[in-house]
């Protein structure tokens, strides 16, 4: 047990430094406020310029593209991302890594060869193709058909909420390729170059102010390489990849903590935290008197406080639930608290903490949801971690 | 504004932390079955089980080497309560544990006390509110202890009391009993004065509430591995309960509060021993979070039994009444959150 501060060496001070000034001159306030607007989640320079350094992949070797850090600069890395609200622009970055981890274990040699120097390099982005219309906790009930055609596979069907297709190059796709075997075994994943002929990228704005994606699939040929591992064999490929999405299991011990969930939502709830004691701080009540003596005010922002220690404190899918319910219970729970001024958005006369809790509030509801919505997680909890059996969820018709 | 640190974040127990735990956990398992938890009942103590543990020296493991313990810091005291509290254990260990200290830390006048605990002859409790001759208050082991140290103006004393004070009837069983510092105590001992005795008093109340926080946890997750157990058997539509969604959920929720209030008490324990200004922030945060989870873990563990952990047969109501009785002994516990917003809304807060 260890949660002293880190003295960290001269060398590793000047990383340190070295990444600050990296991002204070790559990652600025215009960029971010820049893509609040625009809600495209991702910055091709500032991803380029992570990559020229292997910090896209910063703890892979320096000869597969990566920067070979250890824990500790890596940890240094992450931090500082998280602190300057990267999250915003790095929407692609988070979901390409974790893509390259199932190709990595599953691709071929040349589809490995193709993809993964230019993910670390940052010229290369990917999109998750799960969620389908009719399906999305229920992800082994995809529809999209992938039919052999020769050496070919011809897609066709619909998937939903690509976020970050219209910056990607690949989707990592879910198709079925078997409807006559069982839901789980008529599976195989690809990755789809988006450029393929008969594939449609249409945008989809957010509550969140993001923009996601419907992909289309129309008579879309692609090669057999671009298959991921054996047909049939898709629900396999892609529990690997989801457990790394959902940091379930495997997560290396570092003993300087889980700095992956640094990535995710949980700035978020600290930037909550932040917003309401500094509103706390220097507020007045429509009679005058400062609102920090007010035990009312003082109960609720230490109670964001306490909530948003506890996301941090947790990892993996712990940390996922705790903090998408946090983010939702708490940013609620402030713009109340704030009173009508808490409704006014960003750039407003009046704005409380400019918009930002207004903005957070909508931000919320998403993050219960994807990713695997928190119902999915406290499946995998129950199963996993309680040991309880695994729910039945048969449709009706197959039940005894 | 806000100051950002590079921490470790190394939740994990050494071989000695290991051993202590385990050490803790088979004896309440081979002592305090919850048939003695029962027989303790209403009284809330155990003299038989009280000695077995003043013979194995538990009870001063958190006193200095020279003074006769074991030098154990918060950090292994909170890993020991959380074992108590896991079996129930009637018996004031976490009271022990406390007054122990401060008599430790106070002024050498204390010293024949500390010796009278130490040897088994006397029990001393800690009154939590600051006490004044006409304010009474409920203090924990009162109805067993021979002594109590309380804050009284700007000095911590030590007052007992010739005729043993009644125990009133709780929802815990617990050995509560009303107290005031009165003129006809035989025995007042000044401990601290001034500065010193805040402090000292202060320093009490943290680590009293650190080592409920712990019980509270182990209390929580004795339930919960009791729901598991009980909804992997129990069949209802051909199933187990368990598969239901609406009854393994909630129970997950009661993981995540359980993991994350542990977390928090062991930081804050850490930091009492290391950082103590840092205390001051997961302290509070600890002790609020505890008595959450623990009252959260009570009803939802109650629940998915159905009616059978609503008869007094069934073992559960054991924790449940304990759930909320260790939890409110302090006061309410959402006060705290007053005192965390203190801390938060200082200028120089680092807010992580």
């Not at chain 2, 292994?76 to 430790?104: D, F, H, I, K, N």
């Given at each position: 047990?260890?949660f002293?501060?880190?003295?960290?060496?001269?060398?590793?001070?000047?990383?340190?430094?070295?990444?600050?000034e990296f991002l204070?001159?790559?990652l600025?306030?215009?960029?971010?406020?820049?893509?609040?607007?625009?809600g495209?989640?991702?910055?091709?320079?500032?991803?380029?310029?992570?990559?020229?350094?292997?910090?896209?992949?910063?703890?892979?070797?320096?000869?597969?593209?990566?920067?070979?850090?250890?824990?500790?600069?890596?940890?240094?890395?992450?931090?500082e991302?998280?602190?300057?609200?990267?999250a915003w622009?790095?929407i692609?970055?988070?979901?390409?890594?974790?893509?390259?981890?199932?190709?990595?274990?599953w691709?071929?040699?040349?589809?490995?060869?193709?993809?993964?120097?230019?993910?670390a390099?940052?010229?290369?982005?990917?999109?998750?193709?799960?969620?389908e219309?009719?399906?999305?906790?229920?992800?082994?009930?995809?529809?999209?058909?992938?039919?052999?055609?020769?050496?070919?596979?011809?897609?066709?069907?619909?998937?939903m909420?690509?976020?970050?297709?219209?910056?990607?190059?690949?989707?990592w796709?879910?198709?079925?390729?078997?409807?006559?075997?069982?839901?789980?075994?008529?599976?195989?994943?690809?990755?789809?170059?988006?450029?393929?002929?008969?594939?449609?990228?249409?945008?989809?704005?957010?509550?969140?102010?993001?923009?996601t994606?419907?992909?289309?699939?129309?008579?879309a040929?692609?090669?057999?390489?671009?298959?991921?591992?054996?047909?049939?064999?898709?629900?396999?490929?892609?529990?690997?990849?989801l457990?790394?999405?959902?940091?379930m299991?495997?997560?290396?011990?570092?003993?300087?903590?889980?700095?992956?969930?640094?990535?995710?939502?949980?700035?978020?709830?600290?930037r909550?935290?932040?917003?309401?004691?500094?509103?706390?701080?220097?507020?007045?009540?429509?009679?005058?008197?400062?609102?920090?003596?007010?035990?009312?005010?003082?109960?609720r922002?230490?109670?964001?406080?306490?909530?948003?220690?506890?996301?941090?404190?947790?990892?993996?899918?712990?940390?996922?639930?705790?903090?998408?319910?946090?983010?939702?219970?708490?940013?609620?729970?402030?713009?109340?608290?704030?009173?009508?001024?808490?409704?006014?958005?960003?750039?407003?006369?009046?704005?409380?903490?400019?918009?930002?809790v207004?903005f957070?509030?909508?931000?919320?509801?998403?993050?219960a949801?994807y990713?695997?919505?928190?119902?999915?997680?406290?499946?995998?909890?129950?199963?996993?971690?309680?040991?309880?059996?695994?729910?039945?969820m048969?449709?009706?018709r197959?039940?005894? | 504004?806000?100051q950002?640190?590079?921490?470790?974040?190394d939740?994990s127990?050494?071989?000695?932390?290991?051993?202590l735990?385990?050490?803790f956990?088979s004896?309440?398992?081979?002592?305090?079955?919850?048939?003695?938890?029962?027989?303790?009942?209403?009284?809330?103590?155990?003299?038989?089980l009280?000695?077995?543990?003043?013979?194995?020296?538990?009870?001063?493991?958190?006193?200095?080497?020279s003074?006769?313990?074991?030098?154990?810091?918060?950090?292994?005291?909170?890993?020991?309560?959380?074992?108590?509290?896991?079996?129930?254990?009637?018996?004031?260990?976490?009271?022990?544990?406390?007054?122990?200290?401060?008599?430790?830390?106070?002024?050498?006048?204390?010293?024949?006390?500390?010796?009278?605990?130490?040897?088994?002859?006397?029990?001393?409790?800690?009154g939590?509110?600051?006490?004044?001759?006409?304010?009474?208050?409920?203090?924990?082991a009162?109805a067993?202890?021979?002594?109590?140290?309380?804050?009284?103006?700007?000095?911590?004393?030590?007052?007992?009391?010739?005729?043993?004070h009644?125990?009133?009837?709780?929802?815990?069983?617990?050995?509560?009993?009303?107290?005031?510092?009165?003129?006809?105590?035989?025995?007042?001992?000044?401990?601290?004065?001034g500065?010193?005795?805040?402090?000292?008093?202060?320093?009490?109340?943290?680590?009293?509430k650190?080592?409920?926080?712990?019980?509270?946890?182990?209390?929580?997750?004795?339930?919960?591995?009791?729901?598991?157990?009980?909804?992997?058997?129990?069949?209802?539509?051909?199933?187990?309960i368990?598969t239901f969604?609406?009854?393994?959920?909630?129970?997950?929720?009661?993981?995540?509060?359980?993991e994350g209030?542990?977390?928090?008490?062991?930081?804050a324990a850490w930091f009492?021993?290391?950082?103590?200004?840092?205390?001051?922030r997961?302290?509070?945060?600890?002790?609020?979070?505890s008595?959450?989870?623990?009252?959260?873990?009570?009803?939802?563990?109650?629940?998915?039994?159905?009616?059978?952990?609503?008869?007094l047969?069934?073992?559960?109501?054991?924790?449940?009444?304990?759930?909320?009785?260790?939890?409110?002994i302090?006061?309410?516990?959402?006060?705290?959150?007053?005192?965390?917003?203190?801390?938060?809304?200082?200028?120089?807060?680092?807010?992580?």
């Amino acid at each position: 047990m260890d949660f002293a501060l880190i003295e960290v060496e001269p060398d590793v001070e000047a990383f340190r430094k070295e990444v600050q000034e990296f991002l204070d001159g790559h990652l600025t306030a215009e960029l971010i406020a820049e893509d609040r607007r625009s809600g495209n989640g991702h910055d091709q320079r500032f991803h380029e310029a992570l990559g020229a350094r292997g910090w896209i992949m910063p703890m892979w070797p320096v000869d597969e593209g990566g920067a070979g850090l250890d824990p500790l600069r890596a940890k240094i890395l992450a931090l500082e991302l998280a602190w300057r609200q990267s999250a915003w622009v790095s929407i692609s970055r988070l979901i390409t890594t974790t893509i390259a981890i199932g190709v990595r274990a599953w691709g071929s040699d040349a589809l490995r060869e193709e993809i993964l120097p230019g993910v670390a390099r940052g010229s290369v982005l990917m999109c998750l193709g799960y969620t389908e219309p009719d399906s999305g906790s229920d992800m082994a009930a995809a529809k999209t058909r992938a039919t052999q055609d020769g050496d070919d596979w011809i897609i066709q069907g619909q998937k939903m909420f690509t976020t970050g297709a219209q910056n990607s190059h690949y989707v990592w796709l879910l198709a079925r390729t078997d409807p006559a075997a069982p839901k789980t075994q008529g599976l195989t994943m690809f990755l789809v170059p988006l450029n393929t002929h008969g594939v449609e990228i249409t945008p989809i704005h957010t509550l969140g102010g993001e923009r996601t994606n419907t992909v289309y699939f129309d008579g879309a040929k692609i090669g057999d390489h671009y298959r991921v591992g054996p047909v049939g064999q898709g629900w396999r490929v892609v529990a690997g990849a989801l457990d790394a999405e959902h940091r379930m299991g495997r997560i290396e011990d570092r003993g300087i903590g889980d700095d992956a969930n640094l990535g995710t939502w949980q700035g978020l709830v600290h930037r909550l935290t932040d917003a309401g004691l500094r509103w706390a701080r220097t507020a007045h009540h429509p009679d005058g008197s400062p609102v920090v003596d007010d035990p009312l005010v003082r109960e609720r922002v230490a109670r964001v406080a306490l909530d948003s220690e506890v996301a941090a404190l947790l990892d993996g899918p712990m940390s996922k639930v705790a903090t998408a319910t946090a983010l939702i219970r708490n940013s609620a729970d402030l713009v109340e608290l704030f009173g009508p001024a808490g409704t006014l958005q960003a750039g407003e006369d009046g704005a409380v903490c400019d918009g930002e809790v207004e903005f957070l509030h909508r931000f919320a509801q998403g993050t219960a949801i994807y990713g695997g919505s928190v119902e999915i997680f406290h499946n995998m909890l129950a199963e996993r971690v309680l040991g309880l059996p695994r729910a039945r969820m048969l449709p009706p018709r197959e039940r005894s | 504004m806000e100051q950002r640190m590079l921490r470790n974040e190394d939740f994990s127990l050494d071989d000695e932390h290991i051993a202590l735990r385990d050490a803790f956990a088979s004896f309440f398992m081979k002592e305090c079955p919850t048939s003695v938890v029962r027989a303790a009942e209403p009284n809330g103590f155990d003299a038989e089980l009280w000695d077995k543990m003043m013979a194995l020296d538990v009870t001063t493991m958190g006193l200095p080497e020279s003074l006769g313990g074991d030098g154990a810091g918060l950090v292994e005291l909170v890993l020991a309560a959380e074992e108590y509290g896991r079996a129930l254990a009637p018996v004031p260990l976490v009271e022990t544990m406390v007054a122990g200290r401060v008599l430790a830390a106070s002024s050498t006048n204390a010293e024949p006390w500390l010796r009278a605990q130490v040897s088994g002859e006397r029990i001393i409790t800690v009154g939590l509110q600051r006490a004044a001759a006409f304010q009474r208050q409920l203090v924990p082991a009162g109805a067993v202890a021979d002594a109590v140290i309380a804050l009284h103006d700007d000095a911590l004393i030590l007052v007992a009391d010739s005729p043993p004070h009644r125990q009133v009837a709780n929802q815990a069983c617990a050995p509560l009993a009303w107290w005031a510092p009165a003129d006809d105590n035989e025995v007042r001992l000044v401990l601290a004065e001034g500065e010193d005795a805040h402090r000292l008093w202060t320093q009490a109340l943290l680590e009293w509430k650190l080592l409920t926080a712990a019980a509270l946890v182990g209390l929580s997750e004795a339930l919960l591995d009791r729901a598991v157990e009980y909804v992997r058997n129990r069949h209802a539509f051909g199933v187990p309960i368990g598969t239901f969604q609406a009854v393994s959920h909630p129970l997950v929720d009661v993981r995540i509060g359980i993991e994350g209030a542990r977390r928090l008490i062991w930081k804050a324990a850490w930091f009492a021993t290391h950082e103590p200004p840092q205390a001051r922030r997961f302290g509070p945060m600890a002790w609020v979070h505890s008595a959450d989870v623990a009252t959260h873990a009570a009803t939802v563990c109650l629940h998915v039994h159905g009616g059978v952990a609503f008869t007094l047969e069934s073992d559960i109501q054991l924790f449940f009444r304990r759930a909320k009785g260790w939890a409110t002994i302090a006061g309410d516990p959402r006060r705290e959150l007053q005192s965390l917003a203190d801390v938060l809304l200082a200028s120089d807060a680092e807010v992580r």
